[in-house]
């Protein structure tokens, strides 16, 4: 996988399009910084149960860009009104997960003394994700107002894409991961340390908080669906193993601070 190379043409691309941009239609620009836990919901453990979701949680920390249509920094003025301008937002990111992950729940229960309950205790992995992408945030309350009040709250809703190089780490206690003394047969031939990339679909809701003229603060939810099964180095055959069918995800719980560039 040439990681470095996809990597820089793809911030390259960024960078290029923002220019480009504030070339173009003078539109004023945000920068900001985002982290918080990330749940990923992968192969292992039981899915939707509790454990499991704690559990397998991580870290994710990222940078963000924002174009803002309703302010012009280059003349200190606001653009022409529209709908479009004064509740829309456009987010480019380039952000950072890692989660440790291991089986959670009842088939590696104290009370399971099977091989194959011994086996899934031992099982561990990890993945690490790099995202780049973009977001359209709808603010369904006034940009401008929210801008011009201290204090002032400004809820959103985004949706947009990722690409995104994972690196995941898949390994057991008992021995290598072809060995059928240390894997179920479920996951033997669908176990992976190889890396790769993969596209992605981004949806999240939050709020921002204004707290300077030139500074919010934001939290925001965010579920980012995969579209592979592979994120997490696991792959169980989904026509035998129907509960391992569906793609990697994950939900992502972030705190940010954002401050306007004029």
């Known amino acids: 996988m040439q990681k470095p190379k996809y990597f820089r043409l793809l911030i390259l691309c960024l960078l290029a399009f923002v220019g480009s941009a504030n070339a173009q239609f003078g539109f004023s620009h945000e920068v900001g910084v985002i982290a918080g836990p990330v749940a990923f919901q992968s192969d292992y453990g039981v899915s939707g149960d509790f454990e499991t979701n704690s559990g397998n949680t991580g870290y994710?920390?990222?940078?963000?860009?924002?174009?803002?249509?309703?302010?012009?920094?280059?003349?200190?003025?606001?653009?022409?009104?529209?709908?479009?301008?004064?509740?829309?937002?456009?987010?480019?990111?380039?952000?950072?997960?890692?989660?440790?992950?291991?089986?959670?729940?009842r088939w590696v229960d104290k009370s399971k003394t099977s091989q194959i309950a011994n086996q899934l205790r031992a099982m561990r992995g990890s993945?690490?994700?790099?995202?780049?992408?973009?977001?359209?945030?709808?603010?369904?309350?006034?940009?401008?107002?929210?801008?011009?009040?201290?204090?002032?709250?400004?809820?959103?809703i985004s949706l947009g894409g990722q690409f995104s190089f994972y690196d995941p780490e898949a390994y057991s206690t008992l021995g290598p991961v072809d060995s059928p003394l240390a894997y179920p047969v479920k996951y033997l031939g669908a176990t992976t340390n190889?890396?790769?990339?993969?596209?992605?679909?981004?949806?999240?809701?939050?709020?921002?908080?204004?707290?300077?003229?030139?500074?919010?603060?934001?939290?925001?939810?965010?579920?980012?669906?995969?579209?592979?099964?592979?994120?997490?180095?696991?792959?169980?055959?989904?026509?035998?193993?129907?509960?391992?069918?569906?793609?990697?995800?994950?939900?992502?719980?972030?705190?940010?601070?954002?401050?306007y560039l004029q």
């Open 60 to 105: 994710g920390i990222g940078l963000i860009h924002y174009l803002n249509f309703s302010y012009k920094a280059e003349c200190n003025c606001y653009t022409p009104e529209t709908y479009f301008n004064d509740h829309f937002k456009l987010r480019s990111e380039l952000s950072y997960n890692k989660t440790e992950l291991q089986h959670f729940g």
């Open 127 to 156: 993945t690490s994700v790099t995202n780049i992408g973009m977001q359209l945030e709808y603010f369904p309350l006034s940009i401008r107002d929210f801008t011009s009040t201290i204090g002032s709250w400004a809820p959103f």
């Open 194 to 259: 190889q890396g790769g990339t993969v596209w992605s679909i981004v949806s999240s809701v939050g709020t921002r908080y204004k707290l300077t003229e030139l500074s919010d603060l934001m939290v925001d939810l965010r579920v980012q669906y995969y579209f592979s099964n592979w994120v997490d180095g696991l792959n169980p055959d989904p026509k035998v193993y129907t509960e391992n069918r569906a793609n990697d995800w994950n939900i992502w719980f972030n705190f940010g601070y954002i401050y």
